[in-house]
């Protein structure tokens, strides 16, 4: 394994993740990823390798919700979206996530929900992720 961390001037290990992986068999078969990160340490995008760790088979990329409504509350790394391509950058799927969508979506409010916070986190309180 690979590995980074937020500051890696420091002589101590600051937030440390994993960069790349390496596994081997006893036949000499390998499997290799890499993870590029964004900000708050989240990854963003991993890459998976063929057997001869050069060929890129897939890439994983991920969007976060970066709306202040959230970070202002220090709700961070909510998925916005993830998408998978192939090697050759071919997309083959796509989700999208949404998180307290301002449309019922078959849900109909009841009332307030007991304990729950609706001073700061009511219903005004949506994200649609655009991906």
């Known amino acids: 394994m690979s590995w980074t961390q937020d500051d890696t001037g420091l002589s101590y290990q600051k937030n440390p993740r994993v960069t790349e992986t390496n596994i081997y068999d006893s036949d000499g078969n390998r499997k290799r990823a890499t993870i590029d990160y964004t900000s708050f340490g989240l990854p963003s995008d991993v890459y998976e390798y063929a057997a001869d760790g050069a060929t890129q088979l897939r890439r994983t990329h991920t969007d976060y919700c970066w709306d202040s409504a959230y970070l202002d509350r220090r709700i961070i790394g909510l998925p916005a979206g993830r998408l998978v391509y192939d090697g050759s950058g071919t997309l ?7 998180y307290d969508g301002s449309d019922s979506r078959g849900f109909t ?5 007991m304990q729950h916070d609706d001073t700061y986190y009511g219903s005004g309180l949506t994200y649609d992720a655009a991906i």
Do not use: D, L
């Not at 409010?109 to 929900?113: F, K, M, R, S, T």
């Open 109 to 113: 409010a009841v009332g307030p929900a």
């Open 92 to 98: 083959f799927s796509k989700i999208a996530y949404a």
